[in-house]
């Protein structure tokens, strides 16, 4: 039974007779219930009538007028499903009219000892005004059990209250359970599992703070608090949710599949936060999506898991200092923005940029921090869509394989450092590039260049496209016909190749022109230069092909590709070609430097010395095909 009291001490007699003296006061609800209401506060004595089902009226659900430090006695299990006690109280209700006031419930028995495992079962639970703490063991535990009768809906709903439970509540399948939230409100000290789909709702204006929930200590998914069904929903209107000192996993969608994946959804300047002291506070879900709002990772180490998207639609993600977050994929339209503290971590595996979408990278530490793709970064097939590295505080990293096709609806911007690490980078004419920065393909990344690519420094800036991987123009369906243009310091690394195609019928080659004189072009020893021969034909002795231009005052003295020194020859096709690092009469009128190939007659008719050379070097280059293969 339910026993409002501050101390016990009548006897069933007494209280009987006073029941018979007391009217209680009723009211028909909007469900059509027969509510009864009363006071809750350490005033009242008893109230036993409305508990049973054969009293007259019958009461379906209970409101308490609920004073400060009202207690509830709990000293028998109430059950509105079970057999013993009937259809008691489908709802319940605190509720102050007095200001924000505290309760709870006790669990006892009838001599007041505190007695574990009561359980108070109802089907709709409210809160207005008021902090409601189920008590701990050492104080007798009240379990809150919301399921609805036959697998019927149910309701919590927290208008300027808090729940806290020591004793995790519970939450029955196959009921869905609506959690409505208006004001200030908060849950504290849930741990385990709700087993009901969960439709959350944050009015606009209030703020729901999960404090202190689930194991932050261990990532053990069954320690923490855990939304388990699947396609559960949240939707925050111009509202916030807050993460704090907690572990929380919303929704469960182990295979995959679309139609269970859950969703939370910010809009109209509504506000996630997962904050805490402790390291592993976070957040785990399906979807996140935003729309003109802002989502935080507040402190050090927090965590936000996605198995899918998170969706910036105008919108802005922040993580803090040595936080990180990991997603499936970022979405991004409108202008939306991403800034990351000191040594931040952004994992995603695609990201997405919209028509006319805007994405700005920024880092706000004092240190560098990092997104990670892993698979691609996609932009429009339409319009432009922009990514924005906005300073040197901020590292995009594409990793694993990743993929960034930047096409003639690309702008890509780079104020801070882009790095390929196992990535790839394919610019394509027509694409806006500005390096201000670095750009660092490491030994196992790749730049690839299709059609008439630039890639340059804004007014006022210095950039870098340090080369330790590949440099390659041969991924072009038209080989032997791409520039890359640059007003960049280009640096060929000792590990890096550069793949190259000339056609001998058409007489053209792919080429790199160093636009801007105040730029240095450094070819390292160990660099490699991999050329190949498309559409080959015989060509007349003299012939020349252009391969790189660069400022005249930076002639590359004695810098060589390996096995490749200053006037070397090699027989590639059906010609035999002579390189030259410094070609003064390629087009002398033009003050720049150049690196040529021209025709030479065969290796056969030179001398003997130069023909055990040229073996030397064609044995060489052999071997860097083979080892490319």
């Known amino acids: 039974m339910l026993v409002p009291h501050r101390t016990r001490t009548m006897s069933t007699a007494i209280v009987a007779g006073f029941l018979a003296l007391v009217a209680p006061c009723f009211l028909s609800s909007a469900r059509g219930e027969t509510v009864y209401g009363t006071t809750l506060n350490n005033m009242v004595t008893t109230v036993f009538g409305a508990v049973y089902p054969n009293t007259t009226p019958h009461y379906d659900a209970i409101d308490f007028q609920t004073g400060a430090g009202g207690v509830l006695w709990v000293d028998q299990n109430v059950d509105f499903n079970g057999s013993t006690l009937s259809n008691v109280f489908t709802s319940t ?9 505290s309760a709870s419930l006790l669990g006892t028995d009838e001599f007041v000892t505190p007695v574990n495992d009561r359980e108070l079962i109802v089907q709709r639970f409210a809160l207005d005004n008021v902090n409601l703490t189920t008590s701990d063991g050492s104080t007798g535990g009240v379990t809150l059990k919301i399921q609805g009768l036959g697998g019927g809906n149910t309701a919590l709903s927290l208008a300027n209250s808090t729940l806290s439970c020591n ?193 700005n990278l920024m880092g706000s530490g004092d240190d560098i921090g990092s997104m990670r ?66 750009l660092l393909v490491q030994t196992t990344g790749t730049l690839s260049i299709v059609g008439n690519a630039s ?27 791409n520039t890359l243009s640059t007003t960049n310091q280009l640096d060929l690394g000792s590990s890096s190749t550069l793949r190259m195609a000339i056609d001998p019928t058409a007489r053209t080659s792919d080429s790199i022109l160093i636009a801007n004189i105040a730029r240095e072009f450094t070819i390292n020893d160990g660099a490699t230069l991999d050329l190949q021969a498309f559409n080959d034909a015989v060509l007349s ?78 044995l060489g280059l052999f071997e860097r095909r083979r080892q490319a293969r």
């Not at 209700?93 to 006031?101: A, E, I, L, P």
């Not at 959690?179 to 009015?203: C, E, H, K, M, Y």
């Not at 391969?547 to 590639?572: C, K, N």
């Open 93 to 101: 209700k605190f509720s102050s009219t007095g200001g924000r006031v």
């Open 167 to 359: 004793l995790t509540p519970h939450f029955y399948l196959p009921s869905t359970l609506a959690f409505t939230v208006t004001g200030s409100s908060q849950i504290d000290g849930w741990n385990g599992r709700v087993g009901s789909p969960t439709v959350l709702d944050v009015a606009s204006g209030g703020s729901l703070r999960i404090k202190d929930s689930g194991n932050t200590t261990t990532n053990v998914l069954s320690n923490k608090l855990y939304f388990s069904t699947d396609a559960n929903t949240a939707t925050l209107d111009a509202s916030t949710l807050v993460v704090d000192n907690s572990a929380v996993v919303f929704g469960s969608n182990p295979f995959g599949d679309p139609a269970k994946e859950s969703t939370m959804t910010f809009r109209n300047g509504a506000t996630l936060q997962i904050t805490g002291l402790n390291p592993t506070s976070s957040l785990e879900t399906d979807n996140l999506v935003f729309e003109d709002s802002s989502l935080a990772l507040a402190t050090n180490n927090t965590r936000l898991t996605l198995r899918n998207d998170l969706t910036l639609q105008d919108s802005s993600a922040t993580i803090a200092a040595y936080a990180s977050a990991t997603t499936g994929g970022i979405v991004a339209s409108g202008s939306s923005s991403i800034a990351l503290g000191t040594n931040a971590s952004l994992q995603t595996a695609t990201v997405g940029i919209g028509s006319g979408a805007t994405l």
């Open 373 to 438: 793709v892993t698979n691609q970064v996609l932009f429009p097939v339409s319009g432009t869509g922009t990514l924005t590295i906005g300073n040197t505080r901020a590292v995009l990293e594409l990793s694993d394989g990743a993929t960034m096709d930047v096409t003639a609806h690309a702008k890509l911007t780079n104020n801070g450092s882009i790095t390929l690490q196992e990535g790839r980078i394919t610019v394509h004419g027509g694409a806006s590039v500005a390096n201000n920065i670095e």
């Open 455 to 481: 890639i340059g420094q804004e007014s006022g800036e210095h950039g870098f496209v340090t080369m330790g991987g590949v440099l390659t123009f041969r991924d072009s369906p038209t080989p032997a016909a």
């Open 541 to 618: 002795i003299g012939t020349k092909f252009l391969l790189i231009d660069y400022p005249d005052w930076q002639v590359a003295m004695a810098a060589s590709f390996r096995g490749l020194p200053d006037g070397s020859m090699f027989t590639l096709g059906l010609n035999t070609y002579m390189i030259n690092y410094n070609d003064g009469t390629y087009r002398p009128a033009e003050g720049s430097t150049f690196i040529t190939l021209s025709v030479v007659p065969e290796i056969a008719s030179a001398g003997v010395g130069s023909v055990l050379a040229i073996v030397c070097g064609a």
